[in-house]
């Protein structure tokens, strides 16, 4: 007897929980398979002697709809798991003047603006080029005629180079995990774009209250069981079955499963695997196997409770620690995670050498600081794609030659940086592909 096979999800990440969630909302029956003992992806939390730490910080931006309308979908109060506040950075440098830049109470992009021209630590020719660039980009509608790099974005708009140290590359590197020198100005302004140019809350920074896998992970798999579906985890998927250009299932360690639709969410490498071995897929293949990679690594440093930060986020200039986040707001007062994006010298340290780097760099920052008690490194390898000068036109879109089979993740082709907002928009439109092709029956074929 012939039965509606599942769609199968593969990969526990935001943009596979995105989809099941999508899925299970509009009554298709959906098998997510991870291969990890624990859902979440590469924004996940994890335990370390005794600690729950999240495997990466994530800072979140006000224009994130897709994500926030996903958590008010599975009941997810946003106040119980993010700290809303207006756009405020601070950014410190030993001995140097600290840099503050806040967006002031008015309509989008005035609110830039009048904070660009009011901007602490920068002189006036710095704070007058930041508003000529801003306008500049409102003008071009944050948006290019052709990619270049960031680097030479900025220096075409003349911007100082005082500038684009304490502000334009902390900025990039902290959206796009890339430096300027080689990230792609397209992705960089789509960005900012998103962030500045419609909405004044669309700027607000989004601070977590609550570790990473409190966030999404555990209320969507709730979500997805409640609406009759099912996530499986320890199911790694071996390959993938086609039969006359149609996608029919997945082979894993326990055998064949069918299925009526799948959408691949797993990390690029992954992807790249179990495509290049169907000759239907080689060019999704070579599309995704030219992407490449950049690290992020956290160091997690535990000082005495009663020690805090000014607020609950800081950057350092000029260090290799770039942005300090204090735990205080996830109650765990005393614990700072320090990150550190993209490459650099610091992936030839090992763990002591790195935190003893970090250790020393809080202390000309904070000299009245204790020394920390204890630390902890989370090194993200293959945290992002590189967000590189013409990368776009390398990433997939989520439809594939394999009739059934669709693409999810942050590095398909969303526009934006590798980012949960882009995770979760990727799984979305998978998911949403699907429901314009109602799953087919099957039976015994594979």
Same mark, same amino acid.
């Given at each position: 007897?012939?039965?509606?096979?599942?769609?199968?999800?593969?990969?526990?990440?935001?943009?596979?929980?995105?989809?099941?969630?999508?899925?299970?909302?509009?009554?298709?029956?959906?098998?997510? @398979?991870?291969?990890?003992?624990?859902?979440?992806?590469?924004?996940?939390?994890?335990?370390?002697?005794?600690?729950?730490?999240?495997?990466?910080?994530?800072?979140?931006?006000?224009?994130?709809?897709?994500?926030?309308?996903?958590?008010?979908?599975?009941?997810?109060?946003?106040?119980?798991?993010?700290?809303?506040?207006?756009?405020?950075?601070?950014?410190?440098?030993?001995?140097?003047?600290?840099? !503050?830049?806040?967006?002031?109470?008015?309509?989008?992009?005035?609110?830039?603006?009048?904070?660009?021209?009011?901007?602490?630590?920068?002189?006036?020719?710095?704070?007058?080029?930041?508003?000529?660039?801003?306008?500049?980009?409102?003008?071009?509608?944050?948006?290019?005629?052709?990619?270049?790099?960031?680097?030479?974005?900025?220096?075409?708009?003349?911007?100082?180079? #005082?500038?684009?140290?304490?502000?334009?590359?902390?900025?990039?590197?902290?959206?796009?995990?890339?430096?300027?020198?080689?990230?792609?100005? !397209?992705?960089?302004?789509?960005?900012? =774009?998103?962030?500045?140019?419609?909405?004044?809350?669309?700027?607000?920074?989004?601070?977590?209250?609550?570790?990473?896998?409190?966030?999404?992970?555990?209320?969507?798999?709730?979500?997805?069981?409640?609406?009759?579906?099912?996530?499986?985890?320890?199911?790694?998927?071996?390959?993938? @079955?086609?039969?006359?250009?149609?996608?029919?299932?997945?082979?894993?360690?326990?055998?064949?499963?069918?299925?009526?639709?799948?959408?691949?969410? #797993?990390?690029?490498?992954?992807?790249?695997? @179990?495509?290049?071995?169907?000759? @239907?897929?080689?060019?999704?293949?070579?599309?995704?196997?030219?992407?490449?990679?950049?690290?992020?690594?956290?160091?997690?440093?535990?000082?005495?409770?009663?020690?805090?930060?000014?607020?609950?986020?800081?950057?350092?200039?000029?260090?290799?620690?770039?942005?300090?986040?204090?735990?205080?707001?996830?109650?765990?007062?005393?614990?700072?995670?320090?990150?550190?994006?993209?490459?650099?010298?610091?992936?030839?340290?090992?763990?002591?050498?790195?935190?003893?780097?970090?250790?020393?760099?809080?202390?000309?920052?904070?000299?009245?600081?204790?020394?920390? !008690?204890?630390?902890?490194?989370?090194?993200?390898?293959?945290?992002?794609?590189?967000?590189?000068?013409?990368?776009?036109?390398?990433?997939?879109?989520?439809?594939?030659?394999?009739?059934?089979?669709?693409?999810? =993740?942050?590095?398909?082709?969303?526009?934006?940086?590798? #980012?949960?907002?882009?995770?979760?928009?990727?799984?979305?439109?998978?998911?949403?592909?699907?429901?314009?092709?109602?799953?087919?029956?099957? =039976?015994?074929?594979?």
């Amino acid at each position: 007897m012939s039965h509606a096979a599942p769609v199968i999800v593969v990969g526990g990440g935001w943009a596979g929980l995105a989809a099941a969630v999508e899925l299970a909302r509009c009554h298709i029956p959906v098998l997510l @398979l991870e291969s990890a003992r624990q859902l979440g992806g590469r924004a996940r939390s994890v335990q370390r002697d005794g600690h729950t730490l999240d495997n990466g910080q994530h800072l979140l931006l006000g224009a994130y709809e897709a994500t926030l309308d996903l958590l008010r979908l599975l009941d997810v109060a946003e106040e119980t798991v993010f700290l809303r506040r207006p756009l405020s950075l601070a950014l410190g440098r030993a001995g140097g003047r600290e840099v !503050q830049l806040r967006s002031a109470a008015l309509p989008a992009p005035l609110h830039l603006a009048w904070g660009l021209l009011r901007a602490r630590g920068l002189d006036l020719p710095a704070r007058f080029a930041a508003l000529r660039f801003s306008h500049a980009m409102q003008r071009a509608g944050f948006s290019l005629a052709e990619d270049e790099s960031v680097s030479a974005l900025l220096i075409r708009h003349r911007q100082p180079r #005082t500038l684009v140290e304490a502000l334009w590359e902390p900025i990039c590197l902290a959206a796009l995990n890339t430096h300027i020198e080689e990230a792609s100005a !397209q992705i960089f302004l789509r960005t900012l =774009g998103e962030s500045f140019r419609h909405a004044r809350r669309d700027s607000d920074l989004l601070l977590t209250r609550r570790p990473l896998g409190e966030i999404l992970p555990a209320p969507a798999l709730d979500y997805i069981e409640r609406h009759g579906g099912r996530v499986q985890l320890g199911q790694r998927v071996d390959s993938l @079955l086609i039969n006359g250009g149609r996608l029919t299932g997945v082979l894993t360690a326990n055998g064949m499963q069918a299925a009526s639709h799948v959408i691949l969410a #797993t990390p690029p490498t992954a992807t790249c695997g @179990l495509l290049k071995t169907q000759p @239907l897929l080689r060019a999704e293949a070579e599309c995704v196997g030219r992407l490449e990679h950049r690290p992020i690594c956290t160091v997690y440093l535990h000082y005495p409770p009663d020690t805090q930060l000014p607020g609950p986020l800081y950057g350092s200039l000029g260090t290799l620690g770039q942005w300090i986040f204090d735990r205080r707001l996830c109650a765990q007062p005393g614990l700072m995670a320090v990150v550190i994006s993209a490459d650099g010298p610091h992936m030839a340290l090992d763990n002591a050498e790195l935190a003893a780097q970090v250790t020393a760099e809080l202390a000309r920052l904070f000299p009245a600081w204790p020394a920390p !008690q204890a630390w902890q490194i989370i090194r993200e390898k293959r945290a992002t794609m590189a967000a590189s000068v013409g990368v776009n036109a390398h990433r997939p879109g989520y439809a594939t030659a394999v009739a059934g089979l669709w693409l999810a =993740g942050d590095y398909t082709d969303t526009g934006l940086p590798a #980012t949960l907002e882009g995770a979760v928009r990727s799984g979305l439109a998978a998911a949403r592909a699907v429901r314009r092709r109602p799953p087919t029956t099957s =039976g015994a074929r594979a």
